[in-house]
């Protein structure tokens, strides 16, 4: 568990979970300048089974190194993120899944203001579910809810558009401006 932490001025992830967790409850912390917030990943070897809820994470930057990049909020599986805020985000607010690297994973009730893309979402033939719902997202330069092929947005901007070209995904109820 990592629960009421604040950290602030890192050059990588702030908070990580990853290889071969199972049972991570990322909860009620800051964040404030990082390169990347806060990631649940690597699926692959073993990484599920999360909740990451109440989280404050703001004022991230790009570094050149490629585990940072930028995001808010990075997950892959088994998961549900909800009641977070995120601001001021280069990369995506939050980012669900790469490539087939996404099962099952619930984002909903969060805050997103001023991310490049607000939530990106893989769309791999062999990717899992992702719902998506009741999230407030305001100031995304490239789209508020984009589907993902590997790094690149595909397709109509989700919050205004349907989102039943992509068979894993349930996009109901957002607010984007």
């Known amino acids: ?14 908070l990580y979970a990853e290889f071969a967790f ?6 009620n912390n800051i964040v404030d300048k990082a390169a990347t917030g806060i990631t649940v ?10 909740v990451v809820q109440g989280n404050l994470v703001r004022n991230l930057f790009f ?26 985000a280069p990369g995506f607010g939050i980012a669900i899944g790469w490539v087939s690297y996404l099962r099952d994973v619930s ?20 990717a899992g579910t992702a ?14 809810i984009r589907a993902m092929n590997g790094p ?3 397709g109509p901007d989700l919050a205004h558009a349907s989102a039943e070209a992509y068979r894993n995904l349930a996009v109901y109820s ?3 401006r």
């Open 1 to 14: 568990q990592m629960i009421g932490n604040s950290c602030a001025r890192l050059g990588e992830v702030a």
């Open 22 to 27: 199972e049972g991570a409850v990322i909860a």
């Open 41 to 50: 990943t690597n699926f692959n070897d073993g990484g599920r089974l999360a």
């Open 63 to 88: 570094r050149k190194d490629p585990d940072s990049r930028g995001n808010g909020i990075s997950i892959e599986a088994d998961t549900v993120v909800s009641g977070n805020v995120i601001e001021n």
């Open 107 to 126: 984002v909903t009730d969060n805050l997103i203001r001023n991310a490049h893309i607000g939530i990106g979402v893989s769309t791999d033939p062999s």
């Open 131 to 144: 719902l998506i719902t009741d999230n407030l997202i305001t100031g995304s330069k490239d789209g508020a």
């Open 152 to 154: 690149t947005p595909i």
């Open 174 to 176: 957002n607010i984007a």
